[in-house]
Nanobody, 125 residues
Framework: QVHLVESGGGLVQAGGSLRLSCAASGRTFGGYNMGWFRQAPGKEREFVAS????????SYADSVKGRFTISRDNAKNMVYLQMNSLKPEDTAVYYC??????????????????WGQGTQVTVSS
């Protein structure tokens, strides 16, 4: 079992930056692939970024590639999402998720078993 709590969301102007954090409980956190997803009003939850258990492999949605960076600190049970050059279309609730089953990180919502409660990110134009 893993309990996830996101933080760091807020209101920012277009072009600004935010750093989201995800605190995880559970001794096996270091063995899980982790992902960030987002959901805008009226839209389905979509993949943003993922990172392997080791931190050596990362993947990004095309819409955020070059602007967002996912990282993790297994010693602190933390996952981060650094978001730069934010756009109004990045506005959404951002969720941290854990995948305990797969050997490599995935992009599908169905691959992740544990989810945080989400943190709101609003980008004004």
């Amino acid at each position: 079992q893993v309990h996830l709590v996101e933080s760091g969301g807020g209101l920012v102007q277009a072009g600004g930056s935010l750093r989201l954090s995800c605190a995880a409980s559970g001794r096996t956190f270091g063995g899980y692939n982790m992902g960030w997803f987002r959901q805008a009003p009226g839209k389905e939850r979509e993949f943003v970024a993922s990172i392997s258990w080791s931190g050596l492999s990362t993947s990004y949605a095309d819409s955020v590639k070059g602007r967002f960076t996912i990282s993790r600190d297994n010693a602190k049970n933390m996952v981060y999402l650094q978001m730069n050059s934010l756009k109004p279309e990045d506005t959404a609730v951002y969720y941290c998720a854990a995948d305990p089953r797969n050997s490599s990180p995935r992009v599908g919502v169905q691959s992740y078993d544990y989810w945080g409660q989400g943190t709101q990110v609003t980008v004004s134009s």
